[in-house]
T-cell receptor
């Protein structure tokens, strides 16, 4: 157990639908990052939250949104889903005052859009 | 903007032999952090090794070591005495000195032949 919990592990849904992915960071980490990994692709940075506030934005589509709650868990909302949104979505957390330690990753949510 | 390039999409090594995975990066920062992550078939992201840019000494973790050439902006990973369990996708990643997001290369798929 890495300490970062992602739910659900697998999700199958139809095009046009909306889903919510959930992430609980490692205890003590204030930053949460979301990444998308499509088939045979690298990891694309979507968005970062730090202590409840958006800190950085990457290649996140307008159909996607995220937030971080007071208890530091984060949710990634994906709407109007398309076949191309099928991917592995990772959440990671880190302590920003210790950049050498990189991230702790969750085990990912595999989203399949049919 | 910082970029990370892994020029070898696939590599193969014989069990017990040594293999080197290449990574180059581009940055204007003088202080930063570099990482290698392993992603086995389970798709879990596992930190293999990390390096602080201001440290001249190359990092080593058991059978894994790096060759960090700051002037050349090169950060290669050497795996000695390769084992079947080393078969995975390996990602090189960059992080600035202020923390924040990890920037990943496209990955190198390593296969280990018995």
């Amino acid at each position: 157990d890495s300490g970062v919990t992602q739910t659900p592990k697998h999700l199958i849904t139809a095009t046009g639908q909306r889903v919510t992915l959930r992430c609980s960071p490692r205890s003590g980490d204030l930053s949460v990052y979301w990444y998308q990994q499509s088939l045979d692709q690298g990891l694309q940075f979507l968005i970062q939250y730090y202590n409840g506030e958006e800190r950085a934005k990457g290649n996140i589509l307008e159909r996607f949104s995220a937030q971080q709650f007071p208890d530091l868990h984060s949710e990634l909302n994906l709407s109007s889903l398309e076949l191309g949104d099928s991917a592995l979505y990772f959440c990671a957390s880190s302590a920003e005052n210790r950049p050498l330690y990189g991230y702790t990753f969750g085990s990912g949510t595999r989203l399949t859009v049919v | 903007a910082q970029t990370v390039t892994q020029s070898q999409p696939e590599m193969s090594v014989q069990e017990a032999e040594t293999v080197t995975l290449s990574c180059t990066y581009d940055t204007s920062e003088s202080d930063y952090y570099l990482f290698w992550y392993k992603q086995p078939p389970s798709r879990q992201m596992i930190l293999v090794i990390r390096q602080e840019a201001y440290k001249q000494q190359n990092a080593t973790e058991n059978r894994f070591s790096v060759n960090f050439q700051k002037a050349a902006k090169s950060f290669s990973l050497k795996i000695s005495d390769s084992q079947l369990g080393d078969a995975a996708m390996y990602f090189c990643a960059y992080r600035g000195n202020q923390g924040g997001k990890l920037i990943f290369g496209q990955g190198t798929e390593l296969s280990v032949k018995p």
